[in-house]
């Protein structure tokens, strides 16, 4: 099944991208489940019910977590970590609370993830695909992710209508719930779904 990992709402200071289009648009792109990933936050939840819509999109809400060594997509039962952790503290917290921890754009030119992070093992998984990088950037973290034997993941970044379903990932198990993404996110049941983006 393909899902879009890294969507911003309007919950999002620099997103356009309201929650009714996503929803009422994310299926006629092919995507099958959509997680929202807003900027240290989860109050799209006042807004939208988590879980399968009338149309069977699968709608999951997660959280782009900033730290000052990179940006972190994390699910699970996570709405009571503070805020203003560094990536060191926050993905040992994410774990032991049974979530997942992707790094986000982690070579992007001008917000890089600390590669310490990685060679300390304490994420093992990062977008090789994101849809607002450019093409060396994605190439850099395709890079960095096959050097350390990570999971690689893709995301849209969508910050607009018209980034939607940019960047899916390609999940190999059945994902029916956000216990279900998480598993398969750390067992490493997916891969970015290249076909679909060149075909957008």
Known sequence: MLIDLHVHSTCSPCSILKPSEILANARSLGLDAVCITDHDTMSILTQCREGFQPDGLLLIVGMEYTTDQGDYLIFGDVRSLPHGLSAEVLLPA??????????????????????????????????????????????????LIEARGMTAVAGSDAHSLEELGRCPTRFTVPVNSVRDLVDALNQGHCCPSTAHRSAA
């Open 94 to 143: 994410v774990r032991d609370l049974g979530g997942a921890a992707i790094s986000a754009h982690p070579c992007r030119t001008w917000r890089p993830a600390d590669t310490i992070i990685f060679d300390q093992g304490l994420c093992s998984i990062a977008e090789a695909e994101n849809g607002r990088n450019t093409d060396v950037e994605n190439g850099m973290a395709m890079d």
